[in-house]
């Protein structure tokens, strides 16, 4: 079942939004292919469930009036103080029509080359970009790595798993993940070491002698 978002049309701009925001109203936009910047408020409390649930790659529904429109979360900005949502554009969807969008990836298993080798995993790529009908776009992808046994095996888009009716548009051979070998902590060699006490006896020495050189002068 699509999840469903009310939304209200909007003609407050610039610095006024503010008073609006306190009262749990968030001012967004959605436009599309065929569709024209629409200003709307939406509810901030329920934009944020739906954006946790559904992320940037789930289709949703914006009833506005008599209007339904499917659209996707295309941009959401955020507070740089409150890390809160402050505006969201949305970009509306033919359901008929093949979409591209980018959905993250999830990191799942353990690689035995971590495990027993004590390899450092790398992660390359924490998103993909695929295409395919709004219906069928997959909220995330799952990398297993698991099948990462040793020093310099890697995952790459190609190997991701795609669900039926998702094409992969990332290039196949882009790396997703690696493991590497544990770099080693590099030391001084001994011979490169003064130690503090040798530079303090030095520094005496050095004074002794120079109070030798004046007692003769």
């Keep these: 079942m699509m999840l469903e978002l009310k939304a209200e049309k909007r003609d407050i701009f610039g610095k006024k939004l503010e008073a ?6 968030l001012p967004a936009v959605f436009y599309g292919p065929k569709e024209e910047a629409t200003p709307i408020f939406i509810s901030s409390k329920d934009f944020k469930k739906i954006w946790k649930e559904m992320g940037e790659s789930g289709v949703i529904r914006i009833n506005l009036g008599n209007s339904k429109k499917e659209a996707l979360i295309h941009e959401v900005a955020l507070d740089p103080k ?6 969201v554009d949305f970009y509306t969807v033919l359901m008929d029509k093949l979409i591209q969008a980018v959905v993250p990836l999830e990191f799942s298993g353990v690689s035995p080359a971590v495990g027993d080798l004590g390899a450092v995993l790398v992660k390359v790529m924490r998103e ?3 295409e395919a009908l709004p219906k069928n776009l997959p909220q ?4 297993d790595i698991s099948k990462l046994a040793g020093f310099e095996d890697k995952i790459l888009a190609k190997d991701i798993f795609l669900p039926l009716g998702v094409e992969l548009k990332t290039n196949p051979e882009e790396v997703v993940a690696i493991v590497e070998a544990p770099k080693e902590e590099v030391q001084a060699p001994a011979e490169g070491r003064i130690a503090f006490e040798e530079i303090e006896v030095a520094g005496e ?5 120079e109070g030798e050189e004046a007692e003769k002068e």
Excluded: S
């Design 128 to 130: 993909i970009e695929i």
């Design 140 to 143: 995330e992808l799952t990398a």
């Design 20 to 25: 609006f925001r306190k009262k749990g109203r």
């Design 82 to 87: 409150k890390d809160e949502p402050i505006h």
């Design 205 to 209: 020495k050095e004074k002794e002698k």
